[in-house]
């Protein structure tokens, strides 16, 4: 399975991004689907995910709680993240990821750069 993600770029803080990460193949729910985002030294943290099993409400770091919404269409195994208020702190190159047990698919990544 390849990742396709697409909708970083250059936003002044304040504003608002929209990711968009696409599956080459059909993914089941069962998968978990979300973003990453890896800062200039520092290691690779989640962002935000979502399982379309069980129920479960969508996971978030803390630090971007109540800016950034993360959604997907099951139909499309399509995942996107909207990104309001964005913050200098924000800045990163984002990654697209499914994961089911041992078995994870990264895609490329994307950067988002926030200005102050």
């Known amino acids: 399975v390849q990742l396709q993600a697409s909708g970083g770029g250059l936003v002044q803080a304040g504003g608002s991004l929209r990711l968009s990460c696409a599956a080459s193949?059909?993914?089941?729910?069962?998968?978990?689907m979300g973003w990453y985002r890896q800062a200039p030294g520092r290691e690779r943290e989640l962002v935000a995910s979502?399982?379309?099993?069980?129920?479960?409400?969508?996971n978030y770091a803390d630090s971007v709680k109540g800016r950034f919404t993360i959604s997907r269409d099951y139909a499309k195994s399509t995942v996107t993240l909207q990104m309001n208020s964005l913050k200098p702190e924000d800045t990163a190159v984002y990654y697209c990821?499914?994961?089911?047990?041992?078995?994870?698919?990264w895609g490329q990544g994307t950067q988002v750069t926030v200005s102050s």
């Open positions: 990821n499914a994961n089911f047990r041992v078995i994870t698919y």
């Open positions: 193949r059909s993914i089941s729910r069962t998968y978990t």
């Open positions: 979502l399982i379309g099993v069980g129920g479960r409400p969508p």
